[in-house]
């Protein structure tokens, strides 16, 4: 009889442990980034305008911010008292705005050539005017407005820099830990692990885009959706007008995260059928694609 009870209690002890804390995100970058801190310990569900049912069990919702989510406000209050913690992961991150100009006060390349092994100095100084004339050549937009640019609107692409997906991880982790304390410990393991990932993929496209002579390093996109990509590994990027237009010598890509058609070469910003299902793989597919867009071929 004991032995039935015995088993009776971890059945049901098993039953109740088996139960993820649901979370709600509001994009699928934020579900692949809970799961990985979470584990098996959490289960996120991708919600929308067009489908807010994941919130009605979420402990709680990750969004964007920036303006991105001007529907949760009133789906949340519809639940009332049962709506879920709100938590907004661009909070604390650095934003800029979608005119920018951040490549004009890049520090360069190597500040002080004249401190380098002589047998650098050349090289150096040669990538610094490189790197000069390149931030020369890239015209000024004085009304980005007759383009439909609100010069003031914040840039919402926080996500194409690994520093800030890391800034991200840490915060679900801490969130996670709270609404589920006793996991804590199994959570800080696998945000440990995710960090480690991050800035793995971090050192790999620094690694990638040294490849790219300095003066072919501008950037110009559909949407311009890559401006803090470009600001963490030193290219221009300018907004996609036809001033902007004709600055890289080489074919413009265009960003496809809708499933849009769209000319090749594609750059994703999203998960879509038939492209890169995880954000590592997504961010090194860009990189490879913008590193062949930007390196001179040879003469063929």
């Not at 970058?29 to 009605?56: H, M």
């Not at 840490?170 to 800035?199: C, G, K, M, Q, W």
């Not at 849009?260 to 890169?276: H, I, M, Q, R």
Request: proline share 8%; hydrophobic share 40%.
């Amino acid at each position: 009889m004991r032995s039935f009870v015995f088993i009776l209690s971890v059945f049901f002890c098993g039953l109740l442990h088996a139960a993820p804390l649901k979370v709600a995100v509001t994009h699928p970058f934020f579900a692949e980034w809970v799961e990985q801190v979470g584990g098996d310990e959490v289960e996120a569900v991708v919600v929308s305008e067009d489908d807010t049912s994941g919130l009605t069990e979420a402990a709680v919702v990750y969004e964007s911010g920036l303006g991105q989510e001007p529907w949760l406000d009133g789906a949340l209050e519809e639940l009332g008292d049962n709506a879920p913690r709100r938590i907004v992961l661009s909070d604390g991150i650095p934003t800029m705005t979608v005119t920018e100009e951040f490549w004009a006060s890049m520090p360069l390349p190597h500040p002080n050539p004249e401190k380098m092994p002589e047998c650098c100095r050349k090289d150096a100084s040669d990538t610094n005017a490189a790197w000069e004339k390149l931030v020369k050549t890239v015209p000024k937009l004085e009304v980005p407005e007759q383009y439909g640019y609100d010069p003031e609107a914040v840039d919402a692409h926080l996500w194409f820099d690994p520093l800030n997906a890391q800034s991200v991880v840490l915060v679900i982790n801490e969130t996670l830990a709270e609404a589920a304390p006793d996991s804590a410990d199994a959570f800080d393991r696998n945000a440990y692990t995710a960090l480690d990932e991050l800035n793995a993929l971090d050192g790999w496209i620094k690694s990638r885009i040294r490849d790219v002579p300095m003066g072919d390093r501008v950037l110009v996109t559909d949407g311009g959706s890559f401006r803090y990509y470009a600001k963490q590994y030193g290219l221009a990027a300018p907004l996609d007008t036809p001033e902007y237009m004709g600055v890289s010598l080489k074919e413009t890509p265009t960003a496809d995260g809708h499933a849009c058609e769209c000319a090749s070469p594609k750059l994703y910003t999203d998960f879509v059928e038939g492209g890169p299902a995880t954000y590592d793989a997504l961010m090194r597919q860009n990189t490879d694609l913008i590193i062949e867009t930007l390196t001179p071929q040879p003469a063929g």
